[in-house]
């Protein structure tokens, strides 16, 4: 449950990743520098972070809570599988309705022996232009728990691919798109391919902001400027995706504070209106996990 103000729809409170990347910059788990970052965060009018770390990807459920308590932010968890390259082997082993039921399990118990209950299904993905027969796997058991459950999906899509085939995925097996968030779409940076999207009455998520080596946010602020034009900003939802030490402020980084200080100016110049950046950061993302 979300609470009134602005929410973070895309983030990693703690991850780790560092192994099958090999490189330590990809385990974040550092408590004092992101109470601190988060601390801000509520400063500037943010009450919710959804946390879409799941199976395989090193989620630290009491780790989270405590910076969720500490800094006063409302922390939402997920439950999924990410993506083939980032599986646990059960994955590989287990059927389509076992995977489902240790995603039911999360929803409707507890994570990992806690009683904090997963409220979201995700980030759940394909490969860059390639959709393997595990990941059909995984999302085949995710339309088994969100039919279970009705709990909402957030996709991962690697560098904005693959994000029509996972729409008319969900379409095909009756799942009702408002229920489904496509994620990391600005990093496609085509305007007609998001909007095809939106027409299909998915969310997409430009959850990838400020990472500038990968796509200019001044792209990002025109695409949004068009989904305005076209009245679709209802269904749009932002993030960061930050994932490294590197990225937070301690270490050099933008920082969470980034996309309140920095890309919200940055639409304001580019013509958004207040109203659509209300619903970007407050709204939409209530009436998303309302369902
Ligand atoms: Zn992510």
């Not at 996709?155 to 008319?168: F, K, R, S, Y």
């Not at 798109?177 to 305007?191: E, K, P, Q, T, W």
């Not at 200080?261 to 940055?266: M, N, Q, R």
């Amino acid at each position: 449950m979300l609470k009134p103000g602005i929410t973070y729809m895309h983030e990693h409170t703690t991850i780790d990743l560092s192994e099958v990347k090999n490189n330590e910059d990809c385990q974040l788990d550092v408590f004092s520098e992101t109470v601190r970052e988060y601390k801000k965060l509520y400063e500037k009018g943010v009450r919710n972070i959804v946390d879409v770390t799941n199976f395989g990807m090193g989620r630290n459920i009491p780790f989270v809570q405590k910076v969720a308590e500490e800094s006063g932010i409302n922390i939402i968890h997920a439950t999924g599988f990410y993506q083939e390259t980032f599986y646990p082997i059960q994955v590989f082993r287990e059927s389509r309705e076992e995977l489902a039921e240790r995603m039911i399990n999360d929803i409707t118990v507890g994570i990992k022996g806690t009683d904090v209950k997963a409220e979201i299904i995700g980030e759940i993905g394909t490969s860059h232009n390639k959709w393997t027969e595990t990941e059909r796997k995984v999302f085949e058991a995710v339309v088994i728990a969100h039919k279970e459950t009705n709990k909402p999906i957030t996709t991962h899509t690697t560098l904005g691919t693959l994000g029509h085939e996972q729409v008319a995925f969900f379409k095909e097996n009756g799942v009702d798109l408002s229920r489904v968030i496509i994620g990391h779409v600005d990093l496609a940076g085509d305007a007609d391919y998001i909007i095809h999207m939106l027409k299909e009455g998915a969310y997409v998520e430009f959850d990838t902001i400020g990472k500038e080596n990968y796509m200019p946010d001044q792209v990002r602020a025109d695409i949004l400027k068009k989904i305005q034009e076209l009245g679709l900003i209802d269904q749009v939802l932002v993030s960061m995706d930050i994932t490294r030490k590197s990225h937070l402020e301690y270490q050099g980084g933008l920082g969470y504070a980034y996309l309140l200080d920095t890309f919200i100016p940055l639409l304001e110049r580019s013509g958004i209106t207040d109203e659509s950046i209300d619903k970007v950061l407050v709204k939409n993302p209530i009436t998303f996990m309302k369902g």
